[in-house]
């Protein structure tokens, strides 16, 4: 047998076809033309089973077919890549920390294959939250025509920290070449060994016809009140079936079915990987027995819980690898971070369909044509080419929040901003897509234009050590000390001002000294509250625009709005036009905290800029973006950021429906996707500029519905209610014992470098 190239298959992965892009002028050599591309299909089934293509994804993620015979070596996952696609909040994210932080999963592995003819046995241990996951993998044959899942056996298995040789969940996944099976059992409530008394269960059987590329499955789960799927496939079209529902059909042909790129590679003019000065890096944290692995980057220093809890008190050793040796690090923390942000402009136009998220203070428009939206919410803006529209608005709780479409849109213009009693000069806005802060400067009378100013704002770490910073808030002004946090759990009112729009009498006055923010009697300091003691704001507390003395005259106003350094009013729009302007960011989470080490530069994320083209009917390669709705955003001038190889985020999206596929409102049962691929050989440049090229590296393709009607009569489901379920039995061997709990005898044992191999999916 060959040596695995592409990792275990995601699940239902012979629904995969390749995808075909229209070539641009791109480097021909160097990584970007030897940098693997994978494809997946996306359906409600797979969703389903998400476990399997979680797990898939963590397998892939390993590159267990990069290492063989490397020795144990490891690996950081970012467990949010293999779990949070197609999460519907991404579409009103308003926490720059959240959007971009990572959350990754350290794991030893070890890759072996006696020969090119034996089987590639690869064994890993993962650290999560809690507990231990064991993976063994033995595989014999790659994916092929006559194999489309390949010929594989993988068991796992969960085990809590404190019972490390019982499983709190496990299961199989086989395939012979033309049956894939999947048996999963764990205690009801969740795979950590706690649960509500019972154990939940989920089978799939698939069996394919290689020859004809046609196949039938079925699949049962008995979580979230059970379910039961049958499905068939031929070379054109795709049926499935829950439980007595109406058939749904697909079509299997690419030119009708949709995709979604999830990952991104950025390239310089010579084909090599475009990389980042000073990246992040990865760490090691020793606390007597107990080891971590984590990463530290731009957004914070990521470990566990348990380990940062411990770090906080000044517990155990930090180290990063240089060369050959561990180096100790001593870190700096507070509870909170101070963001410094310079402004840069656009227009409106630039932004076209992209979604932007206002915190409006009143209701705007209605859920269902009488009822008013809420007031003092998250509400969504979107530039149409013409209006300026709020769309939706978000409702959060402790478990997060959930997107709602308003029952109409709603204009936005001057005359219902810029009189009384608002006086708004400026909408403060927050690009999910981006994970960006910025604003849109209200027109002196009637509506907004393409032409309309938008800032976008790059944003910088102010270092504790900086000398102190007097700053002045008019607008979302935290509280301080007890009145912010008392017992763990934050103010439901966590602001001393009361939230007017228009000009405001007076303003609160800040220092930040030595890493916090203070108003001469405490801390504004959330880091203590626990997250669901956090409510709403579970993501972190942000304070609204401040500014510095040398800058405060110019925020002063008359009582109508209209600027006056001698004015005795301050008027938020005012700070959000400053050339630079601060937030105060704290909260439980790692991405609310500053994390710093002396000596340690971590790079920004850098800015690059698409400019989108996209019409239909263009040929010759004029097009450099494509999807349904790529037409909306043709000539948009579409910010990236780049924070390394591999991370390329800033594409605006939109939701579609696990069930058909078809675009939807975004909502808690809707999928969020990118708005829109770009194309293989895709120019970007920085401010400079310089020219990079991206090509896909991960992306999904959603097959097209079609009326079942239309469907040949010799696709049925007849085989698929044949077909029996796998059972425990399927499990017939245990991942704990043939990987083994670290330290015992025969166990995978400590990796040749602490210094990760591969992160992400990439060797590094």
């Known amino acids: 047998m060959k040596i695995l190239r592409q990792g275990i298959p995601f699940a239902l992965s012979l629904l995969a076809a390749s995808l075909s892009t229209m070539a641009l002028a791109a480097p021909t050599s160097g990584a970007y033309a030897t940098d693997k591309q994978n494809s997946w299909v996306q359906d409600r089934v797979g969703d389903r089973i998400g476990t399997v293509n979680m797990i898939m994804c963590i397998i892939g993620s390993m590159r267990g077919d990069a290492m063989v015979n490397q020795g144990a070596y490891v690996a950081l996952i970012d467990q949010g890549k293999c779990q949070g696609r197609g999460d519907s909040g991404k579409s009103t994210s308003t926490s720059a920390g959240a959007s971009n932080a990572t959350n990754y999963m350290s794991a030893v592995i070890l890759s072996t294959q006696a020969s090119t003819n034996d089987p590639l046995i690869i064994r890993a241990r993962l650290s999560d939250e809690g507990q ?285 901003l810029s009189g009384s009693p608002y006086f708004v000069r400026s909408l403060s806005v927050f690009f999910p897509s981006g994970g960006g802060n910025g604003s849109i400067d209200v027109p002196a009378s009637g509506a907004f234009l393409g032409s309309s100013t938008v800032s976008s704002r790059t944003r910088t770490v102010v270092d504790p050590a900086h000398a102190d910073i007097d700053l002045h808030c008019v607008s979302n002004c935290p509280k301080t000390g007890t009145n912010l946090v008392s017992g763990a759990t934050l103010n439901v009112s966590p602001y001393k001002d009361s939230g007017v729009w228009g000009p405001a009498a007076s303003q609160y006055a800040y220092t930040y000294h030595q890493g916090m923010l203070n108003d001469g009697s405490a801390d504004a300091d959330a880091s203590g509250s626990t997250k669901s003691g956090m409510g709403s704001q579970q993501w972190g507390l942000n304070s609204g625009s401040m500014v510095a003395d040398a800058d405060l005259n110019s925020v002063k106003c008359d009582s109508n709005g209209t600027p006056n350094s001698g004015g005795s009013f301050y008027c938020s729009a005012l700070i959000d036009q400053a050339t630079t302007i601060y937030q105060w960011e704290t909260g439980p989470n790692a991405w609310n905290k500053f994390f710093g080490a002396s000596g340690i530069t971590i790079d920004p994320p850098k800015t690059l800029t698409l400019s ?96 079942c009607n239309t469907v040949s009569s010799g696709l049925t489901l007849t085989t698929a209610s044949g077909l029996v379920l796998p059972t425990l039995g399927e499990v017939d061997k245990n991942a704990l014992d043939e990987v083994g709990v670290e330290g015992e005898t025969g166990a995978v044992g400590q990796p040749v470098s602490t210094k990760p191999a591969v992160i992400d999916g990439i060797v590094q």
């Open 132 to 416: 231990t996951i064991y993976a063994y993998v033995r595989a014999t044959a790659g994916k092929s025509t006559t194999n489309p899942n390949g010929v594989f056996s993988m068991y796992f298995c969960g085990a809590p920290d404190n019972t490390s040789h019982t499983c709190g969940f496990k299961g199989a996944l086989k395939s012979d070449g033309t049956v894939l099976t999947f048996y999963q059992e764990e205690p009801s409530g969740g795979g950590g060994g706690g649960g509500g008394g019972g154990t939940s269960t989920t089978q799939l059987r698939l069996q394919s016809d290689p020859a004809n590329d046609a196949g039938s499955g079925t699949i049962s789960g008995s979580e979230g009140g059970g379910y039961d799927y049958l499905f068939a496939f031929d070379a054109n079209h795709f049926l499935r079936k829950e439980g007595s529902n109406a058939d749904v059909c697909f079509d299997r042909s690419i030119a009708n079915g949709h995709s979604s790129t999830w990952r991104y590679g950025t390239y310089q003019g010579d084909g090599s990987r475009l990389e980042v000065s000073n990246p992040g890096f990865p760490v090691k944290y020793e606390n007597g027995s107990d080891k971590y692995y984590g990463f530290w980057s731009f957004w914070g220093l990521w470990l566990p819980d348990t380990a940062l809890a411990e770090i906080a008190l000044g517990n155990g050793v930090l180290t990063r690898r240089v060369g050959s040796a561990d180096v100790p690090l001593t870190p700096v923390q507070k509870g909170g971070k101070l963001w410094q942000l310079t402004r840069t402009t656009g227009q409106l136009d630039d932004y076209k369909n992209v979604s932007m998220m206002y915190h409006s203070r009143d209701a705007i428009g209605t859920t269902n044509g009488s009822t008013p939206a809420p007031s003092n919410a998250q509400y969504e803006l979107q530039w149409d080419g013409t209006h300026l529209n709020a769309t939706a608005y978000q409702t959060c709780d402790q478990n997060g929040c959930v997107p709602h479409a308003l029952y109409a849109p709603v204009v936005m213009d001057a005359p219902t």
């Open 612 to 707: 989108a083209v996209h019409t239909s009917g263009n040929t010759g390669g004029l097009n450099n973006i494509k999807g349904a709705s790529a037409d909306n955003y043709n000539g948009n001038k579409v910010p990236l950021q780049f924070s390394g190889f591999g991370e390329l985020q800033g594409i605006p999206g939109r939701c579609v429906s696990p069930e058909t596929n078809l675009p939807v409102a975004c909502g808690q049962s809707a999928r969020w996707v990118p708005a829109f691929d770009m194309i293989d050989g895709t120019a970007v440049a920085d401010s400079t500029p310089t020219t990079f090229y991206v090509k896909y590296l991960e992306r999904e393709l959603r097959l097209g519905k079609v009326n």
